[in-house]
């Protein structure tokens, strides 16, 4: 799976220049409506054989592939939202909605969740149990094998643009190739007369739901109330002014995530014996560095070193 998907990832991306935006919103809607055509495929698969078998940790599986299909249009709502133009009322755009729709997402993961959590006590104190079926174990199978491909695709995009959202999405299909395994262990089990397996595994995959949509509405929370950046881009960004000739050192460096969009302040030191024009003009060489490797709007400020 993962040699085929890292193929198909990078053949897309082959020869383009991935740090141009409009090249990271192609990929982005690429991945995103990859996510959710298999996530609609794979939901009705296990609707259709959870209602046959009458497996509520199959039909509880369902409603997290289902949860899943908005999860990738988040990404696609992200990466739409990232080509607005900011106004007045927003003079960092709009990116920020990607992230209030992840906590509104993560909610109803937690409501499902809980409600799965209901229903499989219901099926253990009357009694219901799955009916053991071959289909539904293939059924399955070709989900976890599915879910194992878009990860790997979906990670390796995320990997190639630096996107955290393509990443976070990515994600998501393990969570989902991992539930999917506990319910195959459920089905496999009524073959050999643990009928209950399947309410108790509807219980794990509902605990694991819920789990999925703490973790979601605590990353949509943390971004909404502005994390701080990855080292990966902090480094880069000081990395980026230092490269330029004339900068002694940095420091106050801050970094505004508006998801596509970044706000970066940075103080650079240069020699003393500068004058004011010289000043400015390694001061715009690392304001169009900083902007033209990170896509960012960068202000630089000066201070002379003593």
Known sequence: MKYFANRMAEKLTSGRNLFDPAERYRVGLIESWASMAGNLFLA???LIFGLLTNSIALIADAVHSTSDIFSSLVVF???????KKADPEHPHGH???????????????IGAGAAFLYTSYSRLAGDVFATPSIGAIIAIVIAILLKEYLYYFSARLGMLIKSETLAGDAW???TDSLSSGLVLIALAGNFFGLRALDAYTGFAVALFIIYTGVAL????CSSL???APSEEL???????AREVDGVIDTHNLEIHDYGSWKAVTIHIVINCQLNLEEAHEIAHRVEDCISREFHCNA???VDPCE
């Open 234 to 240: 902090y480094n880069g960004v000081i990395r980026c």
């Open 172 to 174: 998501h299909h393990r």
């Open 225 to 227: 109330l502005g994390s």
């Open 299 to 301: 202000v630089v400020h």
């Open 77 to 83: 709502i992200g990466f739409i939202m990232s080509k």
């Open 217 to 220: 509405a605590r990353r949509s």
């Open 95 to 109: 990116g920020r909605t990607e992230y209030l729709a992840g906590l509104i997402i993560a909610l109803m993961l």
């Open 44 to 46: 009705l698969l296990k």
